[in-house]
Each structure stands twice: as C-alpha cells, then as structure tokens.
C-alpha cells in the first residue's frame, strides 16, 4: 500500500547551509517555536539553551 502523499514533511532537513544563530557554526539542531518562527544551533548552543526552548514549546528536529 502507498499513502506517500498524505503526510510529506512541510520542512526541508537541514543542510550544511545552515548557521547556528548564535555562533555562526554548523546547525545540528531546528527549534521551531510554536509562535512562529525558527531558531538555528550547534550542539553547542542547542545545549546551552534546550531548557529554554523546551519551556517555550519548541519543537526540536
Ligand atoms: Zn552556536
């Protein structure tokens, strides 16, 4: 059975075009905010703001 185009993800992954919005390096993590709007971190700055974002209702890819 193939139900390919019922759910096709409205996000393109991440590629290495991708900053980190606060340093500039490699994104490795999308937080998106439930407000609107998206936010770019390297593992880096993804672990020192998680709590924040998860408090916020970000989604995390
Ligand atoms: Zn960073």
Redo the contacts with the bound molecule.
Sequence with gaps: MSDTATTAPAKAPLTAADR?D??G?AAKVRATLPAGGELL??G??YNAHEARLVEMGAIVE
Excluded: P, T
């Design positions: 980190c606060r340093c390096a971190f390297c880096h700055h």
